[in-house]
């Protein structure tokens, strides 16, 4: 018989190329209800295993993937996209981004009228590079990765990982850190707590910490050293394109 997800001619009750059972009826709900039980409940579930790795090994998911276990958890787009998704859809839900978002700028562009060093051209650029921040952040989120990638290549050179090796560590360590805020936003709104700003920073620093020195393989005093840097450097590539298309916003070119 012919399989029906993979059109492989095959025998028995799994086919012998995609393992999808062969003996399939039309799709009810009892199957839908099991799917759905089976997300939820199954500890096996690629989705649970990677989130739970992602939050109780730093480290580990980037490692075990890019070695070579590549059907072990969900792959660093996937995972990273989920993510994002996450964040966006709880805070947005929360009322937290808006507010936040909002009021970070408001900071901000108060610091920049301000200031005395800067020229009236600079202060332009960081006001439109701030509200297209505000707007944009979920886009640049996402297209920020590949360069930050770049810059850790350049930063964790001669520790022999290389470029699509990186990328995926920044994938996961960026979907660990948007689950990371996405719970504690959650958990500052079941206890109506605000302190865990501080708290929140520390954890995520750690996460950056124990992922960079599991990835790399690299000594405690050297993962130290180049944390803070890595860390600028991720932000940054979210700034350099969120100036560069602000500036062209601006100037009508998209
Ligand atoms: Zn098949």
């Not at 969900?74 to 507010?99: D, I, K, Q, R, T």
């Not at 958990?187 to 865990?196: D, R």
């Not at 890595?230 to 590539?237: K, V």
Request: hydrophobic share 50%; with cysteine; aromatic share 16%.
């Amino acid at each position: 018989m012919a399989c029906l997800n993979c059109k492989a001619e095959t025998e028995g009750d799994y086919c012998s190329n995609c393992g999808q059972r062969t003996s399939l009826g039309r799709l009810d709900m009892a199957t839908i209800i099991r799917d759905l039980l089976s997300f939820a409940t199954d500890s096996d579930n690629r989705f649970w295993s990677t989130l739970r790795h992602l939050m109780l090994n730093p480290g580990r998911v980037s490692v075990t993937y890019v070695d070579g276990a590549r059907q072990k958890y969900l792959n660093p787009f996937n995972v990273y996209f989920l993510s994002v998704a996450a964040f966006f859809a709880v805070s947005v839900w929360l009322g937290y981004f808006s507010e936040s978002v909002a009021s970070t700028n408001a900071q901000l562009q108060e610091i920049v009228k301000e200031s005395d060093l800067l020229t009236p051209n600079i202060k332009e650029l960081v006001e439109q590079t701030s509200s297209f921040t505000a707007v944009w952040l979920k886009e640049l989120a996402i297209a920020s990765k590949p360069l930050s990638a770049w810059f850790f290549l350049l930063l964790y050179r001669n520790h022999g990982r290389n470029y699509p090796e990186i990328l995926t560590f920044t994938l996961y360590l960026g979907a660990q850190n948007f689950f990371l805020i996405t719970m504690i936003m959650l958990l500052e709104t079941l206890f109506s707590a605000t302190v865990f700003g501080g708290v929140g920073f520390l954890i995520w620093g750690s996460y950056f910490i124990l992922s960079s020195k599991a990835f790399f393989a690299i000594s405690w005093p050297r993962t130290f050293m180049l944390a803070l840097p890595a860390f600028i450097m991720d932000w940054l590539a979210l700034y350099i394109l969120a100036f560069t298309f602000g500036h062209l916003s601006v100037l009508g070119f998209v």
